[in-house]
């Protein structure tokens, strides 16, 4: 019997299921029916309530006051869910995945549905960023029902923590949310009222059977004998999937493409590469970004970059944002601009940043995920006449040119094919500011008064539609740590010292904040560790920023402190074989989880893989058997490159390396170029003896072991970063 339940087919299968268990305890009569009654039920005071108040987060709090007793992710929970003889129903959802707080919404306004929830179940819910292996375990459970990714995931589980039964659950869903639970519901509370002990013991041999599928498939991941050929066809692959004809991106999904982004304008001004494959990185690069700097995915009202997009056109997002995909969008714009020389793709860069100061730092001084009002896309969408009730006449007619806006609306019909939203429209700025200003005949001095003025009485009406933003103002590491990183690449594009000044110090802060110990924490409080505690993701975010922190700096406290946290890291997350996400004292479900491939961000493979780089480098490796789990390419790599960008530039920092060798006595103009240059592809360390180098200059060594010296700025930058102007 599949026991598990999705819609459709599936739902049919456990019917049938339940139906035959439900014949066969009949047969066996009540003698045997109190034979599986099991011990006693002890319900516990504490399963009355709703006990999610305390638990920091957007996901808990925003489910603080739900008629529903969610209970905390945790042992202690789960015990209770035994002593009192129920299954536990839990809710994974996700900040930064838009759709959790009207599903949950619609669950709670159920006045049935919520008795049904409270008095026969345990329900829990849970915050897979913060418990990031249910995340992760999701997009398993997905797949064994053949469903791509979608959260929020209702999951029947046993209190041991096996799952019985699942069904992702979102607000496009067809069939209302009630409808889908109760389909569930219905046969799993008779299945287990008919006989516990068989749904028990299924549930043990089925995440059996779970565990033996996971093992197996990391076990056996084949490891590329050839990198660095490797590496060089994913690039070549990467940039074949863009057309210039269509300007359409193949297999770049609906995430705006930081990654890929990132991956190939680095790899177009790494010198070691081929002129050929570095060209044609350069050109996907700036036809990519032709597409997407004039697109709707930039906000023009309020500077920031929405998270996905609906369909395959950039011109239609899903109208979501959180402060991570900001900050990493940021450093890879800052390093597509190194790339291409492009003022344009630097303002929104550093516009993303200021962005973020707005809408996401905490009254602690670090920065939240940040969630969305989940509303009609239409409160962010204009009609032609919008804009001309809102604007005076002169106003309104530049401004309709440089967004693009038409009458009959300006989505393309594959990406709104019922016309749901015609004569909409969706905002992206075409233009530079110059050329707006140069079309009404006025000086950028003139004309930008005039622009945000304009700017702001849109940004006022969009923000009343809208309606009241409830404000995440749980201080979260992941989030905290990004923006120190994209401080960082700030500082070194643009010489300004407050960006380097400002990472400095949310770093100096997020190291007190985040700290238990040696030990990492997502949340500023103590929570429960199976909430709160730092996953390997968290440690691999920590590394990076200390690392970015120490290159601008030349401070070696940073680097002792990723040297610490490496070790930590390697005690903690080494498993048998390969790299574990879940610390064991954290750890509720006994799955061999692994976070591979780049899901909802960067994966902890390529953030540790590019730490063990930079670390190695700077003379600072990890310990053997974590540095084996850190080095090695997949040869999935291979098959979806798009995937795994990350771990690509990870491989292409230690294959194709650029180290910057800075000799004594150097100049305090060369010394500053040194902390300029970009982050994490170019490693840096003191010279030493056998290094051989001069007094008062800088060596740079390349992978073939040829080395340039440089002893002023402008020579160390065109020995690291080639002109883009020679492609």
């Known amino acids: 019997m599949n026991s598990r339940t999705s819609s459709g087919p599936l739902i049919a299968a456990i019917i049938l299921g339940g ?59 789960m015990s209770r869910a035994k002593s009192a003889h129920r299954l536990v129903f839990a809710v994974i959802a996700m900040p930064q995945l838009p759709g959790f707080q009207t599903v949950l919404e619609a669950l709670a306004k159920d006045p049935a549905l919520v008795s049904a929830i409270n008095d026969q179940y345990v329900p829990v819910l849970v915050d897979g960023d913060a418990s990031r292996e249910m995340g992760l375990l999701a997009a398993d459970l997905c797949a064994e029902i053949k469903r791509g990714l979608q959260m929020p995931l209702f999951v029947w589980m046993t209190p041991e923590g096996n ?159 959180d402060c991570v995909t900001q900050a990493r969008a940021s ?37 939240s995920v940040g969630t969305t ?15 001309e009730k809102a604007l005076a006449p002169e106003d309104a007619a530049w401004w309709i040119q440089a967004t693009g806006m038409k009458g009959l609306g300006n989505l393309p019909s594959e990406v709104d094919p019922h016309r749901e939203f015609f004569r909409c429209n969706s905002l992206g700025i075409r233009k530079p500011l110059g050329q707006l200003a140069a079309a009404q005949s006025q000086s950028v001095e003139i004309f930008t008064p005039r622009y945000e003025a ?15 933003i409830i404000r995440d103002d749980s201080s979260h590491a992941g989030a905290t740590l990004r923006m120190v990183s994209a401080y960082a690449a700030a500082f070194g594009v643009t010489g300004d010292v407050k960006f380097r000044e400002k990472a400095i110090a949310l770093l100096e802060k997020s190291r007190i904040a985040f700290s238990d110990g040696p030990r990492l924490r997502l949340f500023s409080k103590a929570i429960p560790e199976s909430i709160g505690e730092g996953r390997a993701f968290l440690y691999g975010l920590a590394l990076q920023a200390a690392l970015d922190v120490s290159d601008i700096t030349s401070d070696e406290k940073w680097l002792d402190w990723a040297e610490d946290l490496a070790t930590t890291a390697a005690e903690f997350f080494t498993g048998s074989g390969f790299l574990k996400e879940c610390p064991d004292d954290a750890k509720i479900i006994d799955l061999p989880i692994t976070d591979l491939v780049m899901l909802f961000d960067d994966s902890t493979s390529g953030l540790i893989s590019s730490a063990e780089c930079r670390l190695a480098e700077r003379g600072r490796p990890l310990v053997p058997t974590f540095s084996e789990l850190a080095t090695p390419l997949p040869i999935f790599t291979v098959d ?42 170019v490693q840096r360390r003191a010279a030493k003896s056998a290094d051989e180098v001069p007094a008062g200059a800088v060596m740079v060594v390349l992978a073939n072991g040829q080395t340039r010296l440089a002893s002023t700025p402008e020579a160390l930058q065109e020995a690291v970063l080639p002109s883009a102007k020679k492609l």
């Not at 150097?666 to 592809?681: D, F, N, Q, W």
Request: net charge positive; glycine share 6%.
């Open 163 to 321: 799952p019985v039964a699942w069904i992702p659950v979102t607000k496009s869903s067809k069939a209302k949310v009630s409808d889908l639970f109760n389909q569930s519901h219905s046969m799993i509370s008779r299945m287990w009222s008919d006989d516990s002990a068989y749904v028990l013991k299924n549930s043990v041999w089925d995440n059996a059977s779970r565990r033996d599928r996971i093992a197996l498939r990391k076990n056996s991941k084949v490891m590329s004998e050839r990198p660095a050929e490797d590496v060089l066809r994913c690039l070549r692959q990467l940039s074949s999937f863009y057309d210039p004809d269509s300007r359409t991106f193949d297999e770049a999904g609906g995430l705006f493409p930081s990654g890929t982004i990132d991956l190939l304008s680095t790899a177009a001004v790494q010198p070691g590469l081929s002129e050929e494959v570095r060209s044609r990185c350069m050109e996907t690069t700036r036809e990519l970004l032709v597409d997407l700097l004039p697109s709707a995915m930039f906000d023009p009202l309020d500077g920031g970059i929405f998270s996905s997009r609906q369909g395959n056109s950039w011109s239609l997002p899903a109208f979501s944002r």
């Open 373 to 387: 009002n989940e509303s009609d896309p239409s409160a962010w969408l204009w009609s032609v006449e919008d804009v």
């Open 19 to 77: 139906l035959m268990l439900g014949t066969g305890a009949c047969r066996r009569g009540a003698k045997d029916a109190k034979e599986n009654a099991g011990p006693p039920t002890v319900l516990s005071s504490e399963l009355h309530s709703n006990a999610l108040a305390p638990l920091p987060g957007a996901i808990y709090q925003s489910q603080a006051n739900s008629p529903i007793h969610w209970q905390p992710w945790t042992r202690v929970t």
């Open 331 to 367: 450093v890879a714009l800052i390093h597509a601009y190194r790339a291409t020389g492009d003022a344009r793709i630097l303002e929104k860069a550093l516009g993303l940043i200021a962005f973020s100061e707005k809408a996401f730092a905490t009254t602690e001084g670090l920065f």
């Open 640 to 681: 979806r490159p798009i995937l795994h960008t990350d771990l690509l530039q990870a491989t292409l920092s230690r294959l194709f390396k650029v180290t910057v060798v800075f000799g004594t006595g150097i100049s305090p103009e060369l010394k500053m170029a040194t902390e300029r240059l970009p982050i994490r592809m």
């Open 454 to 468: 304009v700017r702001e009485k849109l940004l006022e009406i969009r923000t009343a539609r809208l309606g009241k």
